[in-house]
C-alpha cells in the first residue's frame, strides 16, 4: 500500500514541510511521485521513517543519522542499535534522579539539612537503597518506571554525584533568593557546569533532555513538592533556566 505525504505525516505524527526536507536533504525518499507530482511512500519507507524519528528522539543531527543508516543499511541490525542507545539514556534518567534522594528524604521528614549534610554520601548500597525506596516506590506506581536495578552500586560515585547535585540545586535556589533572572549569564554558566559534571561521569545529557527532565518535575507532584521545599518557586525557575537553555543552545 502507498501513502501520500499528508497520509504519510498523520501515520508517523511528523509535518508535511519535515517530510518535504527529509526527502530534499535525501533522508527519505519517496518510493514514487505520481504523475501529478505526489510523493508516495510504502513499507519500507515508513519502516526508514521510524528509523529516523528514532535517531532524533536521541539527539542526533539528520547528518549523522544518514551516515549512521548509509553505514547499517540492515534493519534489525539498526533497531538493536537503537535499542542500546535508548537504553543508555534510560540509564542516565536513572543516575539523574538517584542524585536528588537526600533532599527527598529530608523533606518527606520535614527536616532541613544542614549544608554538610548535603555533601555527606551514603557508606553502603542498603543504605542508597533505603534513600532512594520512595522515590522508587511513587515512580513504580505512577509510570511503571524502575529506579532500583540490579547492578552494583559504584558508592564513591554516586556520592560524588549527589553531591554536585545539591551543590547545583543549591546555587540555583541562592540564585532565585538573590533575584538573578533565569536568562542570566551566570545561570546559563551553572547549568553548564552542571552538565560538564555529568558529562565526566558518562552521562552525555544534551540541553534538551535537561529541559524535558525539568519540565516533567513540573508536572510530578513527587519532584515538584521536593523542589518547591528546598526553595519556594524552585521548580518553574529551575524549567524557565532549562528551557532558555536549550534554545541558546540549539
Known amino acids: 500500500m502507498l501513502y501520500g505525504v499528508k497520509e504519510t505525516a498523520a501515520l508517523s505524527k511528523v509535518t508535511v514541510k519535515t517530510l518535504h526536507h527529509y526527502h530534499k536533504t535525501g533522508l ?15 513499507t519500507e519507507e515508513l519502516e526508514r521513517l521510524q528509523q529516523i524519528l528514532l535517531y532524533r528522539e536521541l539527539d542526533l543531527t539528520l547528518e549523522q543519522i544518514k ?22 539514556r534510560k540509564q542516565r534518567l536513572e543516575s539523574m534522579l538517584e542524585t536528588l534522594k537526600k533532599s527527598i528524604m529530608s523533606r518527606k521528614k520535614g527536616e532541613q539539612m544542614e549544608d554538610k549534610e548535603l555533601f555527606t554520601g551514603f557508606e553502603s548500597e542498603e543504605e542508597w537503597a533505603e534513600a532512594m525506596k520512595p522515590q522508587h516506590e511513587h515512580l513504580k506506581e505512577t509510570y511503571d518506571f524502575e529506579l532500583l536495578g540490579t547492578a552494583p552500586v559504584d ?6 554525584m549527589a ?21 542570566d549569564a551566570a545561570i546559563t554558566q551553572l547549568i553548564e557546569s552542571h552538565l560538564g ?30 523542589l518547591e521545599g528546598q526553595q519556594t518557586g524552585l521548580a518553574y525557575y529551575l524549567s524557565a533556566a532549562a528551557d532558555y537553555f536549550a534554545a541558546q543552545a540549539q
Do not use: W
Not at 527519505?28 to 510504502?42: F, H, Q, W
Not at 551516515?67 to 542499535?81: A, S
Not at 519540565?215 to 513538592?225: E, K, V
Open 155 to 160: 558508592l564513591q560515585r554516586m556520592n560524588e
Open 163 to 183: 553531591a554536585e547535585a545539591a551543590a547545583f540545586m543549591k546555587a540555583m535556589a541562592e540564585a532565585l533568593r538573590s533575584g538573578v533572572k533565569h536568562s
Open 28 to 42: 527519505l525518499m519517496p518510493c514514487e511521485i505520481s504523475e501529478a507530482g505526489y510523493r508516495l511512500y510504502g
Open 67 to 88: 551516515q549512521l543508516l548509509e553505514d547499517e543499511p540492515d534493519r534489525l541490525t539498526i533497531l538493536v542499535e537503537q535499542e542500546k542507545l535508548l537504553l543508555l
Open 197 to 226: 559534571f555529568l558529562k565526566g561521569q558518562g552521562h552525555l545529557v544534551s540541553a534538551q533532555d535537561f529541559a524535558l527532565q525539568n519540565r516533567f518535575f513540573l508536572g510530578d507532584d513527587f519532584h515538584l513538592q521536593m
